[in-house]
């Protein structure tokens, strides 16, 4: 991601794309590469294969709905889905996926305006989303400064190493007895 901006290819799906979806239970004790190759499988069974880094994942509704699995948003991510677009969000799954350095933006009115396989380009800072070359644009509500910044840096933990280690010894572990 650079600057906070996104550009990739759609895929679309529906309302209530639950955790459950992303991130299967009978996976849950696989490591990441495992259980990446099953987001979304119940719904779209080539999903997984066939999805490219860079591509963006539009929806509906209540994305990311159910459990509090963190794995949900990993599994995203470890498929390369550059940005996640859709009507509203479940705030436990966007509060995971910034955590964890997956780009999430709601955007009332992006499940109509986009359509499989356009190609959007999405400027987190801003909240503008266009479709194709200068096609439809939509706005969104902007992501937080300080969302942003932990997106940079490629999830909280990674701000966390780059921003305190050297720097507080409670953190970087070199404070003595």
């Known amino acids: 991601m650079s600057e906070g901006l996104v550009r990739g290819r759609v895929w679309r799906f529906g309302d209530d794309i639950s955790t459950d979806l992303l991130a299967p239970g009978q996976y849950a004790i696989e490591p990441v590469e495992v259980q990446k190759h099953h987001v979304l499988e119940s719904i779209d069974p080539t999903f997984a294969a ?8 539009v929806a509906g509704r209540n994305f990311g709905c159910g459990s509090s699995r963190e794995t949900a948003p990993e599994n995203v991510k470890a498929l390369g889905v550059a940005c996640v677009v859709a009507e509203s969000f479940s705030r436990l799954f966007m509060r995971n996926a910034v955590a964890v350095g997956l780009p999430v933006l709601a955007c009332p009115g992006v499940h109509e305006a986009v359509a499989a396989g356009d190609v959007i380009e999405i400027d987190l800072a801003s909240g503008r989303i266009v479709v194709g070359d200068g096609g439809v644009s939509l706005s969104a509500q902007p992501l937080a400064p300080e969302m942003r ?3 940079e840096a490629g999830g909280i933990l990674a701000l966390l190493r780059q921003g305190r280690a050297g720097r507080d ?3 970087d572990g070199s404070r003595t007895a």
């Not at 066939?50 to 994942?57: F, K, N, Q, S, W």
């Open 149 to 151: 910044e932990i997106l």
């Open 50 to 57: 066939t999805v490219e880094p860079g591509d963006v994942i």
């Open 169 to 171: 010894p409670a953190v």
